[in-house]
């Protein structure tokens, strides 16, 4: 069976272009949808405010994990590893123990 690929004209407006900055998401989950915020938290500062929150359906949180890990490969080889500075969270999404660890899962 032949795929039919259909390309989609992306628009960038100015005002995305200039993007946020985030040094840290949250990533929560239903049964139906995944929910990723994105924040950033400034040294000695007791609050943060979510910059950006994306909202996707489980396949599409996948296809975005196998994008991410093929653009870390990417990103390795030309410039090399890139060493983890904080231990990764291992509890839940809210489970920050203080300063939440960068990009917790």
Not at 63 to 89: H, S
């Amino acid at each position: 069976m032949a795929e039919n690929k259909q390309e989609i004209k992306i628009e960038l407006t100015p005002e995305i272009a200039s993007g946020h900055y985030s040094n840290l998401a949250v990533i929560s989950h239903t049964p139906g949808e995944f929910f990723i915020d994105f924040i950033n938290v400034a040294p000695n500062m007791p609050q943060a405010r979510v910059q950006s929150r994306i909202i996707m359906n489980p396949e599409n949180a996948k296809n975005l994990l196998f994008a991410l890990r093929d653009n870390l490969q990417k990103y390795e080889n030309t410039y090399g590893e890139i060493e983890r500075k904080t231990p990764r969270n291992n509890g839940g999404a809210n489970n920050n123990g203080g300063l939440p660890n960068p990009f917790q899962a």
